[in-house]
Nanobody, 128 residues
Framework: QVQLVESEGGLVQAGGSLRLSCAASGRTVGTYTMGWFRQAPGKEREFVAAISMAGLSINYADSVKGRFTISRDNAKNTVNLQMNSLKTEDTADYYC?????????????????????WGRGTQVTVSS
């Protein structure tokens, strides 16, 4: 098992940047494909980004492509999400998640049901 804890989110103005981290404990994060999801008020939880175990394969939702960057540091057992050029529509609770499968299937990784473990989430608010 692995326990996931997201760093504190925050309030940022549109156009600004914010970096989220996800710290893992229990098993090493290097044995999991990792993903970030988000859930805006009244909406379904949606895929943001995923990164393979070694960090060689990455997938982004179209809505964040070119603005967000997912990365991982397996030695530090962390996964990060750098968010730039933030928009008000990026306001949501952000969750990191771990998938224990060894393959990296971009289509499957956009689905919540693919992931085995979840953090509790952190709130990000982007003001206009």
């Amino acid at each position: 098992q692995v326990q996931l804890v997201e760093s504190e989110g925050g309030l940022v103005q549109a156009g600004g940047s914010l970096r989220l981290s996800c710290a893992a404990s229990g098993r090493t994060v290097g044995t999991y494909t990792m993903g970030w999801f988000r859930q805006a008020p009244g909406k379904e939880r949606e895929f943001v980004a995923a990164i393979s175990m070694a960090g060689l394969s990455i997938n982004y939702a179209d809505s964040v492509k070119g603005r967000f960057t997912i990365s991982r540091d397996n030695a530090k057992n962390t996964v990060n999400l750098q968010m730039n050029s933030l928009k008000t529509e990026d306001t949501a609770d952000y969750y990191c998640a771990a998938d224990g499968h060894t393959s990296f299937d971009p289509a499957l990784l956009t689905q919540k049901s693919t992931y085995d473990y979840w953090g509790r989430g952190t709130q990000v608010t982007v003001s206009s």
